[in-house]
């Protein structure tokens, strides 16, 4: 089972933006939890980041036919991109959400989530464990789906 990691932008300086927020462990410490967490699943995990919406919006087209699915955290994007959306859309892959943290307990421009229209699932306001979560989740959706 092949599974897309999908950041958006800003989560590569985890560890440095609004620590107290995000917490205080970076980019890197997120890769290392999301393969642990993939590993006992026996999930193939691909992880990706970009500050770019069009460079997001590639990666999803990229997982049609190669990917099971996708976990995505598009940071601001989730709140503004339609194209994200649309992408989602058009592979038509389980895709599940996530959020660092409770974006619904933040300002009211945090509350709209586009991409979360096109995904099965959200996880928000757990932190790193939002993303096992996900796989979990994606794993369950896709064994049974089989
Ligand atoms: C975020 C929440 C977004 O509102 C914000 O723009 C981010 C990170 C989160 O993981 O909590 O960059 O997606």
Known sequence: MKILVINGPNLNMLGIREK???GKQDYEALLAFVRDAA?????DVECFQSNSEGAIVDAIQGAYGRM????????AYTHTSVAILDALKAVSLPAVEVHLTNVNERE???HISY????CVKSFIGLGFEGYR????????????AA
């Open 68 to 75: 099971d699915g996708i976990v995505i955290n598009p940071a």
């Open 20 to 22: 107290e927020l995000y």
């Open 39 to 43: 590993a006992p699943l026996g999930i």
């Open 108 to 110: 009211s421009f945090r």
């Open 133 to 144: 979560q996900a796989l979990i989740y994606l794993h369950d959706l896709l064994n049974h």
């Open 115 to 118: 991409a979360g229209m096109a």
